[in-house]
């Protein structure tokens, strides 16, 4: 069963909008990359001095060899949206609640 991962960072999700405007190929490129290490959905969310990734992955392990590979493209573009420190990552598994609504439940 496939994996959600959260990457969360204190930045400034205005920026990254714009850089992401100014350069989509650069955006396209990396997800296109994920994508080759099994990404199956992704979508960057943004709050006041915070910015959140939200992907589904097949494992844990498929994310940390992408990440790890894309490290020297990622990293600049997210010191240049303000990201000083380590992003937080999680891995959350589906839990079988029996009230699932949406996404095809």
Avoid: C
Wanted: proline share 5%; net charge negative; aromatic share 8%.
């Amino acid at each position: 069963m496939s994996v959600i991962m959260t990457l969360r960072a204190a930045g400034d999700a205005d920026e990254l909008e714009r850089r992401a405007a100014q350069n989509p190929e650069a955006m396209r490129s990396i997800a296109d990359r994920a994508k080759e290490h099994g990404l199956i959905a992704h979508r960057f969310y943004g709050s006041e001095g915070k910015i959140m990734v939200v992907d589904e992955w097949p494992d844990a392990e498929s994310f940390q060899r992408f990440f790890e590979q894309m490290r020297p493209e990622i990293e600049p573009m997210m010191a240049a949206v303000g990201v000083t420190g380590e992003p937080e990552v999680t891995f959350w598994r589906k839990l079988d609640t029996h009230d699932e609504v949406g996404w095809e439940a």
